[in-house]
């Protein structure tokens, strides 16, 4: 269930090189888990047979398990390429210092479990033989990944004034920008708890609770009216601040929605228009970044495949 961003140029001479080694014979040993297994290191950090089934996995939606079918060597070298890239990123990402705080990863939580009915994503976890706690971990690490990838590119990037001003210059549209509302959107099992929660928020403004995903919600970010997805109430831009909509059933569970905040509509101006200008430039040149950095960082570390433990995954071989 991992998002993580694709960089296919940085690990374009590692996959020559993985695609070379991957292919001896040696069986693996027995009577080893494969949490014990390392079938990779990367400057001396293992990477165990485990790693590379989950990201297979990850990689075709974890469905259907590996015992169903074979990984295939085009599979297990993307694997490999991509836990080798994670680990370096990682690496510099502790070495900065970056972290991930319990509410974001709740929130994050919460975007996989508004796409499931109540009790469904542990059904699916289940199948796939993963814990919650396991994927809990694995999220963890994909957002601790990111915001690694994050924190190295924007250090090597930047967008100077006239830069930002010669784009607006090039793509100004004289339209009005439209009103958007900020929505937050809280996750229920059933109506009854989603309306004594809808009182506690009109009433306090917020849920008592432990931090937890239904004290905290989904903050879903802005939607003018042309782009708010239809599955959210219409009822929304007419809400004041702080309002909060009735319960939308949704898919086996149930939501509210409550209005943040909101963005008057206004005409678009060189200053509304420069915050989003400049990010869009630092986005496409964050991308080009990473993938340089991490070519020359794959480049400069020590990786060690142990083909001999990984050919048995190969789709076929016993």
Known sequence: MERM??????????????????????????????????????????????DVKSEILSMRGYSPTLEARGAGRAEVTEAIRLLVERSIVLREGSRRGVAVSFAALEEEVMRYRIDYPSGG??????????????WRERLRRSLLYRKSADAI???LVSVTPQEVAEAYRKERKPADRP???HVRQYLFESASPAAAAREKLLRDGALDGNGGPAEIGVDLGYFSREELPP????ELFRLEDGGVSEPVSLEGSVSLFRVEGREPG??????????????????????AAIRQWLAQATAKATVRIRSDLLEKLVEGKP
């Open 5 to 50: 961003s694709r960089f296919a140029a940085a690990g374009a001479t590692l996959v020559a090189a993985l695609a070379a080694l991957l292919w001896s014979c040696s069986r693996e040993p027995s009577g080893r888990s494969d949490a014990e297994i390392v079938v990779a290191e990367v400057d001396n950090t293992p990477i165990v047979l485990r």
């Open 121 to 134: 994503l542990e059904k699916a976890l289940l199948l796939v033989g993963i814990s919650a706690e396991e």
């Open 153 to 155: 590119a924007s250090s």
């Open 179 to 181: 009103e958007r509302i």
């Open 231 to 234: 599955e959210l109430p219409r």
């Open 266 to 287: 206004r005409p678009q101006t060189f200053e509304s228009e420069e915050e989003r200008i400049r990010e869009s430039l630092l986005s496409a040149r964050r991308e």
